[in-house]
């Protein structure tokens, strides 16, 4: 049984109950000590007692502070503008750092990019100014090296005036027939040591420039001549034409792996059978390299680049050639600046630098390009000179660009094969998945395309013009030579089934015989090493990804020794592949020039004329399609070709124009 409580036990138990209660609201409320519900709860609550508080961290966006008070942190960069000034670039504008700038003897504004830049001997002063500064402001500063390389250029053109080298160290044949500009790229490969990177645009003789250069420093050869197969003998003919001292017997072909290398005083040799063999030459030292056509080692991960390095780092003279020297980006310059400057930047400081490198779960990533014009100061001081046809060769005839929009009577767009490649495009996510069906649909825009094309190439042939006939795919190769040959027109191929010595005498019979009306070639077999200057009507029946190939190709005709207005007509099609390569190019084009690599093709002014007009309007709104068009060019109005389409064109072009270019570089295009 239990224990009964007395009165006065209940009593004292519901005072201890309430005096809990009261002490547990006191720390719940938390309230300022002299409150009046403390006294109130609590009679006994000691007002002398300091009561700590939490304070409240929650953001209030109210308060004054978060109106006048900016969160951001500032940031900078630095990058060269000229030989002997760079620019300090501020991502908010900020008093207190401005009157920083104006202590600065050397500061000029640029009212219309709002950017300040200084003098290069002002820049430690200026760091050191930034680096305790009270706006806390974080800069990007130019790589040492880069820096280093531009404060020893502005001293050596300070200090030194360098006369111009003796040239009579080289034969008088050559130099009889040097141009002022060819003279000039003679004395610049001298001044850099036989170290450097002609990047001529195509036609404007580089290699007679690179002979030249060779010549000077003959007594460091013997000479090693890299080059693609199919221009082997061109270059061994251009050193018995402009290079008469040297015997014949001093110059060697290197024919296979069994080949054996003697005392002869020059070497010929392609990059694959040098890949093949390069533990042969490895075993000579040659004092001089040339490379040519060096934009083919854009990948230092290929072999035969790696077989390029291991030749050229016994070298004590290395030039490039190329017109070409960034095909697509920046970062493909790095390999080849690396094979003529073995000390240059690292390969990631690089990229970060000029190619916008950003990492992610695959590693980094360099496809993009960043600081352009600092770029383009740096390859010309170091190793590179580039000069182009319109800014120095103006004896040479201009070139005449016509869109030929094919007759869409003819074009078979639209088909179900075309439908299905679009479908798999939106279904599949992964590179290679997306490459399989870009290569399909760039066939079936081919096949589709095949009658509109004959009948072009028939017109030609009807009026008897001279011209070269370019293409990608062996189908339409064929057709045109078909039509050809139905029409008892005589012509010239090559293509990658083309041997060397075949190839020089295709090119000779076109060269010398008129009865020979028509050259057809492959786009990616014969775009360099080849001289066709006897036709001056060029005709692109198929466009192509890259425009250094176009360009390339175009220049088999406008070069030195021609004599006539060159007419160059490029073929496209609505609702076909060519919806995307144009704008592609248009892209490409505009980060080529971003870094001083101009491509001298122009496709934004271009006659444009129709195959066959039936109801077809004009197409400037074809030219102007573009991923990033200007104002003018959205004022275009759309093709109501494309908007008729029975599938979803516009974004199937959408999708194609992210699409990375260098997805298609794999490609074996001899053989499609």
């Known amino acids: 049984m239990s224990k009964m409580c007395s009165l006065e036990e209940i009593e004292k138990k519901r005072l201890l109950a309430l005096q809990r209660r009261n002490q547990s609201q006191l720390k719940a409320q938390n309230n300022v000590p002299n409150s009046p519900v403390h006294k109130k709860i609590s009679p006994n609550y000691n007002t002398n007692v300091v009561r700590h508080h939490k304070s409240n961290n929650r953001f209030n966006p109210i308060e004054p502070r978060n109106f006048f008070t900016s969160s951001k942190s500032v940031t900078g960069k630095c990058y060269m503008i000229s030989d002997d000034r760079f620019a300090l670039e501020t991502s908010l504008y900020v008093p207190a750092i401005i009157e920083t700038f104006k202590t600065v003897?050397?500061?000029?504004?640029?009212?219309?990019?709002?950017?300040?830049?200084?003098?290069?001997?002002?820049?430690?002063?200026?760091?050191?100014?930034?680096?305790?500064?009270?706006?806390?402001?974080?800069?990007?500063?130019?790589?040492?090296?880069?820096?280093?390389?531009?404060?020893?250029?502005?001293?050596?053109?300070?200090?030194?005036?360098?006369?111009?080298?003796?040239l009579s160290k080289i034969d008088e044949t050559l130099m009889d027939t040097l141009m002022p500009f060819q003279r000039d790229g003679i004395c610049y490969g001298i001044s850099k040591g036989g170290r450097c990177l002609i990047a001529d645009d195509m036609g404007l003789g580089k290699t007679i420039q690179a002979l030249g250069i060779a010549c000077y420093f003959r007594t460091n050869w013997p000479l090693l001549i890299v080059v693609p197969s199919s221009v082997r003998f061109q270059w061994s003919e251009a050193i018995y034409q402009f290079l008469p001292s040297i015997p014949t017997h001093y110059v060697h072909h290197f024919a296979n792996t069994k080949d054996y290398i003697g005392d002869e005083k020059v070497t010929i040799i392609s990059y694959d059978l040098l890949?093949?063999?390069?533990?042969?030459?490895?075993?000579?030292?040659?004092?001089?390299?040339?490379?040519?056509?060096?934009?083919?080692?854009?990948?230092?991960?290929?072999?035969?680049?790696?077989?390029?390095?291991?030749?050229?780092?016994?070298?004590?003279?290395?030039?490039?050639?190329?017109?070409?020297?960034?095909?697509?980006?920046?970062?493909?310059?790095?390999?080849?600046?690396?094979?003529?400057?073995?000390?240059?930047?690292?390969?990631?400081?690089?990229?970060?630098?000029?190619?916008?490198?950003?990492?992610?779960?695959?590693?980094?990533?360099?496809?993009g390009f960043s600081n352009m014009q600092e770029l383009q100061l740096l390859l010309r001081i170091t190793c590179m000179i580039r000069r182009l046809k319109v800014d120095i060769l103006h004896q040479l005839p201009s070139k005449i660009r016509q869109m030929v929009i094919l007759n869409p009577d003819l074009i078979k767009a639209g088909t179900r094969e075309m439908r299905d490649k679009f479908e798999q495009m939106r279904k599949n996510t992964t590179g290679l998945e997306r490459h399989n069906v870009l290569l399909q649909y760039y066939t079936e825009s081919s096949i589709a395309r095949l009658r509109a094309v004959c009948a072009h190439v028939k017109n030609l042939f009807e009026r008897k013009i001279k011209c070269l006939l370019y293409a990608h795919h062996q189908s339409v190769l064929d057709a045109i030579c078909n039509v050809a040959e139905s029409m008892k027109i005589r012509y010239i191929r090559i293509d990658g089934k083309t041997t060397s010595e075949q190839r020089k005498y295709q090119v000779d019979k076109f060269q010398k015989h008129d009865d020979y009306l028509t050259a057809v070639l492959s786009l990616t077999a014969a775009n360099a090493g080849i001289t066709l200057t006897a036709a001056h009507h060029v005709v692109f029946t198929e466009l192509f990804w890259n425009p250094g190939i176009m360009c390339q190709a175009e220049d088999r005709v406008h070069r030195i020794g021609q004599n006539k207005d060159v007419i160059i007509q490029y073929l496209v099609a609505n609702n076909t592949a060519d919806d995307h390569i144009w704008p592609l190019l248009k892209k490409k084009l505009n980060v080529l020039n971003a870094v001083g690599l101009e491509q001298d093709?122009?496709?934004?002014?271009?006659?444009?004329?129709?195959?066959?007009?039936?109801?077809?309007?004009?197409?400037?709104s074809f030219v102007s399609i573009s991923p990033s068009s200007s104002k003018e060019e959205e004022n275009c109005s759309p093709m109501e070709d494309l908007a008729s389409t029975s599938f979803n064109l516009d974004e199937f072009k959408e999708e194609l124009i992210e699409v990375d270019g260098a997805l298609f570089d794999p490609c074996d295009w001899d053989d499609m």
């Not at 003098?119 to 990007?140: A, C, F, R």
């Not at 093709?601 to 400037?620: A, E, P």
Request: with cysteine; proline share 4%.
């Open 275 to 367: 890949h093949r063999a390069v533990d042969v030459f490895e075993k000579h030292i040659y004092g001089f390299i040339i490379l040519d056509e060096s934009h083919v080692l854009k990948n230092s991960k290929t072999a035969r680049f790696q077989a390029a390095q291991r030749i050229c780092a016994q070298a004590r003279h290395v030039v490039l050639l190329t017109g070409t020297p960034a095909l697509s980006r920046p970062i493909e310059l790095y390999s080849q600046i690396s094979l003529i400057m073995p000390r240059f930047m690292k390969y990631e400081e690089y990229g970060l630098r000029y190619c916008a490198g950003q990492k992610n779960n695959f590693g980094w990533d360099f496809t």
């Open 601 to 620: 093709l122009t496709i934004k002014d271009i006659d444009i004329s129709v195959q066959k007009q039936i109801g077809q309007q004009d197409l400037s």
């Open 105 to 166: 003897a050397s500061k000029l504004y640029d009212p219309n990019s709002k950017i300040w830049n200084f003098h290069i001997n002002d820049y430690d002063h200026l760091m050191q100014k930034l680096v305790g500064h009270e706006s806390k402001i974080s800069v990007t500063r130019i790589p040492q090296i880069v820096f280093q390389i531009f404060k020893k250029n502005l001293k050596s053109e300070k200090d030194s005036q360098t006369p111009e080298p003796d």
